[in-house]
């Protein structure tokens, strides 16, 4: 699967967010590497704090399935935004739990263009273990 089919997974659930809060959808599609495909959105709430970002509902959806750091292929983050949507910084960290940090991320913006990005160029000199 290619990014842009990856970008239309993603795209096919955007009109599912419950984001009532910000008007603001975002959907994720999270390709694994045995070519399965978890869809995630945007889960706000009226707490705000309890908001879950679309990137971490795919990644929490593919761990509670059974997968493990290593299945990951790909992630592509969809909504409807002048420029390239990034990925909040707390998603940025939930990804480098589970991804390597050459895994590509692909964004995308309104008009349709995808920018990809390796996880490392999001998030480098990442927080990934204790033992320091
Ligand atoms: N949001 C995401 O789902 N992913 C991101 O990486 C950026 C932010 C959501 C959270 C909230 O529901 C809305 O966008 C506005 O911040």
């Known amino acids: 699967m290619n990014k842009e089919q990856l970008m239309t997974e993603a ?20 390709l694994l590497k045995d ?6 959105v945007n889960v706000e709430n009226v707490s705000f704090g309890a908001t879950n970002c679309a990137e971490r509902t795919a990644i929490f959806t593919a761990i ?35 991804f390597e940090p050459s895994m590509p991320v692909y964004l995308t913006n309104k008009a349709g263009d995808i920018k990809e990005l390796a996880l490392k160029q999001l998030l480098p000199f990442a927080f990934t273990e204790l033992d320091m």
């Open 11 to 30: 795209r096919s659930v955007l009109t599912n967010t419950y984001s009532p809060y910000s008007q603001f959808p975002v959907a994720a599609a999270l």
């Open 64 to 98: 509670t399935n059974g997968y493990k750091k290593g299945d990951f292929e790909a992630i592509a983050v969809a909504g409807d935004t002048d420029d390239f949507l990034p990925p909040c910084s707390i998603c940025r960290q939930v990804m480098a739990e589970f």
């Open 35 to 40: 070519g399965t495909v978890i869809k995630g």
